[in-house]
């Protein structure tokens, strides 16, 4: 496994009072992006006191193109664009959001995840390469199967308005988030190396 270099707040800020999605990373296709907006309108449609954030550098094309599907849905309003932020504002916001949408094609092995679970915040994802390697389905966070962004809304709803289960995914995903260290990564890979 990687390590996990972990940029916290030195006090971890407290969930958004109003309950909040966020993705995080490239706004592109094979980030899953556009997914993300499905998401958030499938949420909304169901429930419209959320707030859906966008975390993450694109290109102007891909950014028009996330706010015209935004707009489409009608929750262009209800979505705020962080764009690039620095390693101290990402950990902050994780923090805050109650949930972090992954719907990655792919990941090498899923990083966020790990970041997003170091501040208490669970993770609803496909179950697909490098994201199934780094989310503990049913613990840390959720998988569904590869682009079924329906059930993926619905799992967020379920999990973010079950307190005590959401409260057993917080305290699962910050033990999993300890896990991971260079250190003990170094070690490993020295110890394989050695091994052949």
């Known amino acids: 496994n990687n390590g996990v270099n972990l940029t916290l707040p030195s006090k971890i800020p407290g969930k958004e009072t109003k309950k909040t999605a966020l993705i995080l990373g490239a706004i592109s296709k094979d980030k899953g992006t556009f997914d993300a907006v499905k998401i958030f309108g499938e949420i909304e449609r169901k429930d419209d006191t959320w707030q859906y954030w966008i975390v993450g550098y694109g290109t102007v094309e ?96 379920r999990l973010v308005s079950d307190s005590e289960r959401y409260k057993k995914f917080q305290k699962n995903a910050i033990s999993w988030s300890n896990k991971f260290n260079w250190e003990k990564a170094t070690t490993q890979s020295l110890d394989l190396i050695e091994s052949i």
């Open 62 to 157: 891909n950014v028009m193109k996330v706010k015209k599907l935004a707009r489409g849905i009608g929750i262009n309003d209800k979505m705020k664009y962080w764009g690039y932020v620095t390693d101290k504002r990402k950990f902050e916001l994780l923090a805050k959001a109650h949930v972090l949408v992954n719907p990655s094609v792919h990941e090498g092995w899923g990083l966020v995840n790990i970041e997003a679970n170091s501040v208490g915040t669970p993770v609803v994802g496909y179950n697909v390469h490098g994201t199934k390697d780094s989310v503990q389905d049913g613990k840390t966070g959720i998988l569904v199967e590869f682009a079924d962004y329906r059930s993926l809304a619905e799992n967020i709803l």
